[in-house]
């Protein structure tokens, strides 16, 4: 029995997808899903890495921290937009139709 060396994993979004016609192909669907899913942990947790590293610099530098772990603070808030599960981390398009409170 031979091992791999290195565990590849697919990154890429599957293949017979049409964003026009999601239903057309169900299996394509749910890899779909599936795919937009697994991306979307991997940015929590490089998020919650940062976290951990800014918390760590912070307590590190103690008075200095404003100016040591700026770059750290940056990153963890670039990392932080758009990450989350509700409705306003999707883009506008897939939001539907906006509903008046008028009616």
């Not at 293949?15 to 795919?35: S, W």
């Not at 921290?65 to 897939?94: F, M, N």
Request: hydrophobic share 35%; with cysteine; net charge neutral.
């Amino acid at each position: 029995m031979v091992r791999k060396a290195k565990v590849e994993f697919d990154e890429q979004a599957p293949d017979g997808f049409d964003p026009a016609n999601p239903y057309g192909d169900p299996v394509a669907m749910l890899e779909m899903r599936e795919h937009l899913v697994r991306e979307k942990w991997i940015q929590i947790e490089t998020a919650k890495i940062l976290r951990d590293r800014l918390r760590w610099c912070y307590r590190i530098e103690g008075v200095n921290h404003i100016q040591k772990c700026r770059h750290l603070a940056r990153q963890y808030l670039d990392a932080t937009r758009g990450v989350g599960w509700g409705k306003d981390s999707r883009p506008p398009e897939l939001h539907g139709p906006k509903k008046d409170l008028d009616d």
